[in-house]
């Protein structure tokens, strides 16, 4: 049975086990059958950036904690929309090289986004802020000298 049986699910846990996401067209076409989703944990594996153009219109939290990858290409990176999502986990990765890839995001009901242990400095949780303002919460411990806090 693939993933792709799986029309209504609504949560899934995949966290810690050893998988490798690479995101091809046919993984593409599997998960894009998840319209149902909103809890998604992919947190203790490798996964790249290909997940952000996977389309979850009811995905509400994910969690790519620890994943491994690296946002560096905002060059054919399309905008992801998951346009109900409230809670991102990106901590533990190589986010900073990737903010270009972060800003063309389009999550307008991001409530919390936790960064921490990125390498990320002051100006950067600036634009950030910025790109969504409706933040309640931004998690940026242990991101190095110039940090801030959001006001």
Same mark, same amino acid.
């Given at each position: 049975m693939g993933i792709h049986c799986w029309p209504v699910l609504e949560?899934?846990?995949?966290s810690h086990t050893k998988l490798c996401l690479i995101w091809t067209q046919a993984a593409y076409q599997s998960v894009a059958r998840w319209l149902h989703l909103k809890w998604l944990n992919v947190s203790g594996n490798t996964v790249d950036g290909g997940?952000?153009?996977?389309?979850?219109?009811?995905?509400?939290?994910?969690?790519?904690?620890d994943s491994?990858?690296?946002l560096l290409d905002a060059n054919g990176q399309r905008p992801c929309k998951?346009?109900?999502?409230?809670?991102? $986990? *990106? @901590?533990? +990765?190589?986010?900073?090289?990737?903010?270009?890839? !972060?800003?063309k995001m389009q999550w307008p009901l991001l409530e919390c986004? $936790? *960064? @921490?242990? +990125?390498?990320?400095?002051?100006?950067?949780?600036? !634009?950030?802020?910025?790109?969504w303002p409706g933040l309640k919460t931004l998690d940026q411990?242990?991101?190095?000298?110039d940090s801030m806090q959001l006001k």
């Amino acid at each position: 049975m693939g993933i792709h049986c799986w029309p209504v699910l609504e949560s899934l846990d995949l966290s810690h086990t050893k998988l490798c996401l690479i995101w091809t067209q046919a993984a593409y076409q599997s998960v894009a059958r998840w319209l149902h989703l909103k809890w998604l944990n992919v947190s203790g594996n490798t996964v790249d950036g290909g997940i952000f153009e996977c389309m979850w219109p009811s995905l509400e939290t994910i969690d790519l904690s620890d994943s491994g990858f690296a946002l560096l290409d905002a060059n054919g990176q399309r905008p992801c929309k998951w346009p109900r999502v409230k809670h991102i $986990d *990106l @901590s533990q +990765n190589t986010v900073a090289g990737g903010l270009p890839v !972060l800003m063309k995001m389009q999550w307008p009901l991001l409530e919390c986004l $936790d *960064l @921490s242990n +990125n390498d990320l400095n002051a100006s950067m949780i600036q !634009l950030i802020e910025t790109c969504w303002p409706g933040l309640k919460t931004l998690d940026q411990k242990r991101l190095g000298s110039d940090s801030m806090q959001l006001k």
